[in-house]
Structures are given as structure tokens and as C-alpha cells.
């Protein structure tokens, strides 16, 4: 077996059932539900994340639900966000507060961000979020997230590249991974699974030590990677350059 042919039967195994599908619609629907109960029809609600993005893998998966209030809507991105928090908790939601999100989690080991912001314009096009960690804001647009992802050539490595985080257990945020595959693999074609995956292996230890990873919405928005971090995924991806079999590299 090939490595192109083994990594394509990983990603078949990590195709989600639809069991595990209905439990994120039937809790997107739930919690939109309690969202529109309190604020009506005037915010938009999307889905971002991997599952907006079409990179959903069955050994880890959670989604983010992102609502929108209107450009008009001149209350502070602080009371925004907070009136949302209070709007879960008072929907008997357990919510966990991150930087830029609400985190609801789940029994069946998965959980949903709630990403609040208010749209710039009325297209909805970008938006402005609170980062409630550090009291202050972010100027982003999930759909260009969505748009950069679904539209390069890099979907499934990215997928796989999960799977390798997974597998050596590395703390490395999605939105990098993604950032990063797209990076190694920009202006080539991907034919051949095992060749790109090597290829985005090569990149993380010749360039991760120093590479700025830039939100494609917001060149102000630079991706912080502690130096850390960037030396244990250096280091790792040595050691899967150098290991034999691809069942140690990804799964």
C-alpha cells in the first residue's frame, strides 16, 4: 500500500456519522433556539469552524456557532458579550468564557463555541468581537476564514495534520494548523496525500521556529505561538520525517 493510499483510507475511517452529525445540528438548533427566544430575528447565526469549513474528522470534532448583531446595534462588544453569556446560563447551559468565545460542553465529549460579535456593515461581511480576556477587540471575518479554507487545495492534509496533532497529543490550535498547511502547500497541486503531508512536515521544521501566521481577515491579527511550542512541533515534525511507518505519523 502506497502512503497516498494509506492516508486516503484514514481520512475514509475519519468520515462523521451521521449519528455524531445529528448531535451538532441538534444542538445548534437547541441552543439557536434559546439565542432567538432573547434577541428575535435581528442577529445572524452561522456555523464556523471546521464544520463551516468542511474539515470535520470523527476523533475530534466540535462546532462553533457565530451570531452576528447589526452594525446598529451600538451597545458595548463587552455587554454584547455578556448578555449573551447570560443568555446560555439562564438557558440552563453550562458555559465555559475564552477569549472570543462562550464554551458550552457537552456529555458526549464534544463541545460548542458561541462566538458573539457585531457586523461592520450590513452585509455582514466582517465583524468586531470582544476578546474578553484582555478586555479589548478583534476586527475578523469568519466567512473569509471559511472562504480561505474551502477554496485552496489543502482541505483533507488538513485533516490528516489534525490527526498528527491528535497523535502526538500537541497543543496547536486549528485555526494555525489550517494557517499553516495552506502555507506549505500554496501554488501546488495535491495529488498525491503522503507527498503533501511530507511537504507540510518539511515546512513545520524548516520554518515554524520563525513563521508569522497572519489572519487572512485582519493583517493587524498575528497569531501568537509561544517559542515553546513552535520548538515542540519543530521537533516533532523531525521526528515524523524520520520515522517509517505513517501509522506513527498520523494515526
Given amino acids: 500500500m502506497t502512503p497516498h493510499e494509506y492516508l486516503v483510507n484514514v481520512l475514509n475511517s475519519q468520515?462523521?456519522?451521521?449519528?455524531?452529525?445529528?448531535?451538532?445540528?441538534?444542538?445548534?438548533?437547541?441552543?439557536?433556539?434559546?439565542?432567538?427566544?432573547?434577541y428575535g430575528s435581528t442577529p445572524r447565526i452561522y456555523y464556523g469552524g471546521s464544520y463551516g469549513k468542511k474539515t470535520l474528522i470523527r476523533a475530534s470534532f466540535d462546532l462553533d456557532i457565530v451570531i452576528y448583531f447589526p452594525s446598529t446595534d451600538y451597545r458595548s462588544l463587552s455587554t454584547i458579550y455578556n448578555s449573551v453569556h447570560q443568555t446560555l446560563r439562564e438557558a440552563n447551559y453550562f458555559v465555559n468564557p475564552k477569549n472570543v468565545a462562550l464554551r458550552l460542553p457537552y456529555q458526549d465529549g464534544f463541545h460548542i463555541d458561541v462566538v458573539p460579535g457585531r457586523a461592520q456593515d450590513e452585509i455582514f461581511y466582517y465583524a468586531t468581537l470582544y476578546k474578553n480576556e484582555e478586555g479589548s477587540t478583534r476586527q475578523t471575518s469568519i466567512k473569509i476564514h471559511i472562504d480561505n479554507v474551502r477554496q485552496s487545495n489543502a482541505r483533507e492534509i488538513i485533516k490528516l495534520m489534525k490527526l498528527w496533532r491528535l497523535r502526538h497529543t500537541l497543543d496547536w490550535m486549528s485555526f494555525a494548523i489550517e494557517l499553516t498547511v495552506i502555507r506549505a502547500l500554496a501554488g501546488q497541486a495535491v495529488y498525491d496525500y503522503g507527498d503533501a503531508m511530507t511537504k507540510v512536515l518539511q515546512f513545520i521544521y524548516n520554518n515554524i521556529l520563525t513563521v508569522r501566521l497572519v489572519d487572512p481577515a485582519n493583517s493587524n491579527n498575528i497569531l501568537e505561538m509561544p517559542l515553546y511550542l513552535r520548538m515542540i512541533l519543530q521537533n516533532q515534525a523531525h521526528i515524523s520525517l524520520n520515522s517509517t511507518y505513517w501509522k506513527d505519523i498520523v494515526w
Fill in 15 to 38: 468520515k462523521m456519522l451521521q449519528e455524531d452529525m445529528n448531535k451538532l445540528q441538534n444542538a445548534r438548533v437547541g441552543i439557536e433556539t434559546q439565542l432567538r427566544i432573547v
